[in-house]
């Protein structure tokens, strides 16, 4: 691993962070749309899962090299996948989408959102204090 500035697991994983908890608020979204929907299944998205793994290998978010002297192209993560929610129980029609469930996932997963977007804004913050010598 190299010690360049760009080169930051943190800012790679709270990066990751915004990536996961974007898809989660999609998916939040689409469980809602389709709440009167038969049969439809409540999905979520587990990216912490993933952004540990990443992180305890080393790798993260794919670039692609055009010429050799650009930086290393580092592993690229896996990506986040949606997933069947577990629990909740069944209405008549097949469909386990719980509204309440939904809005609370949706207030907890946007404020997760500030805070890291305010924690890497602070990160890069203090990066330009210290290029510019103030």
Do not use: C, W
Request: aromatic share 4%.
């Amino acid at each position: 691993m190299s010690n360049s500035l760009f080169d930051d697991s943190a800012l790679r994983a709270a990066s990751l962070a915004l990536d996961g908890l974007s898809l989660r608020q999609e998916i939040i979204g689409r469980n809602l749309a389709n709440v009167d929907t038969p049969g439809y299944r409540a999905q979520t998205v587990d990216f912490e899962t993933t952004i540990q793994q990443a992180m305890k290998h080393g790798a993260s978010i794919g670039l692609q090299a055009t010429h050799a002297t650009h930086f290393a192209v580092p592993t690229p993560v896996p990506a986040f996948r949606a997933v069947p929610r577990q629990g909740g129980s069944l209405r008549a029609d097949q469909n386990n989408v719980d509204v309440d469930v939904e809005l609370a996932q949706m207030s907890e997963t946007g404020i997760q959102y500030q805070a890291v977007s305010q924690e890497i804004s602070q990160k890069l913050l203090l990066l330009k204090a210290i290029a510019g010598g103030a």
